[in-house]
């Protein structure tokens, strides 16, 4: 039986930049990474993500578009982790929970340092990153119009 988990970049169309927080427990702490963490026994992968953001960020991202980016699982198939990109029209200050101690929102060739490892594990691939851009370009695109309300947490 294998450990999944789920998380997400939210990237903010607008601005063109995407949220990282910045770590607070034990693990890995100090290092900046995304909203996300384990499924719960019961859960779609959907749910869990859903769940985390409301834990986390202390509110729900309501209408975006939830894009898959990457499935990563570990060498002994024990771990899985699906990451997500999730647009919204406008940044937002989350209420973050006692997980994280900061955040910011920036460009993604700007992003924080250092990474959770997850993060930066995906990071170093060229083909996360690209598919990063392309997705950039394409919720950028002045035909799209995302139906998330202003202030997208509520």
């Avoid at 959907?46 to 699982?73: C, V």
Wanted: aromatic content about 10%; charged content about 25%.
């Amino acid at each position: 039986m294998s450990l999944s988990s789920t998380g997400a970049l939210i990237y903010c169309a607008r601005t063109h930049r995407y949220l990282f927080l910045l770590r607070n427990s034990a693990r890995h702490a100090g290092s900046w990474g995304i909203v996300g963490g384990k499924v719960e026994p019961g859960e779609t992968v959907i749910q869990g993500l859903h769940r985390e953001i409301r834990e986390e960020l202390g509110g729900e991202i309501r209408g975006a578009k939830i894009i898959p980016i990457e499935q990563y699982t570990s060498d002994d198939e024990r771990f899985i982790f699906h990451t997500y990109l999730i647009s919204v029209e406008e940044e937002f200050v989350p209420e973050l929970n006692s997980e994280h101690r900061g955040y910011c929102w920036v460009r993604l060739e700007d992003y924080p340092k250092p990474l959770h490892p997850g993060v930066w594990r995906s990071f170093k691939f060229a083909v996360i990153v690209d598919k990063l851009k392309t997705m950039e370009t394409v919720l950028s695109d002045v035909g799209f119009k995302n139906k998330v309300p202003k202030g997208n947490l509520s």
